[in-house]
Nanobody
């Protein structure tokens, strides 16, 4: 069982920035990926970004590319989501999730992920 925990959410004004963090417990495997998803009020869970632990390959939702940046610190089992130019429509609960294997075409699919954190609330005021 791998446990993931998000932090860094909060209330921010439109145009502001936040950096979310995700830390996970040890995995036996070394080749895995971590993704970020979000779920806004009354909306379905939406893919945001993902990164491979090995190699650092990244995938982004097309609509968020350029504003959001994913990164990692493998020495600390930490994964980050830097969010700039936040908009009220970015308001959501943000989740990190872990999947076996590197990120690839299926990284956008929630069902590809085995482990999920509890989420952190991000609220962007206008």
């Amino acid at each position: 069982q791998v446990v993931l925990k998000e932090s860094g959410g909060g209330l921010v004004q439109a145009g502001g920035s936040l950096r979310l963090s995700c830390v996970h417990s040890e995995w036996i495997i070394s080749d895995y990926g971590v993704g970020w998803f979000r779920q806004g009020p009354g909306k379905e869970r939406e893919f945001v970004s993902a990164i491979s632990r090995v190699g650092g390959d990244t995938v982004y939702a097309d609509s968020l590319k350029g504003r959001f940046t994913i990164s990692r610190d493998t020495t600390k089992n930490m994964y980050y989501l830097q969010m700039n130019g936040l908009k009220p429509e970015d308001t959501a609960v943000y989740y990190c999730a872990g999947k076996v294997g590197p990120v690839s075409a299926n990284a956008r699919t929630p069902t590809a992920y085995t482990y999920w954190g509890q989420g952190t609330q991000v609220t962007v005021s206008s």
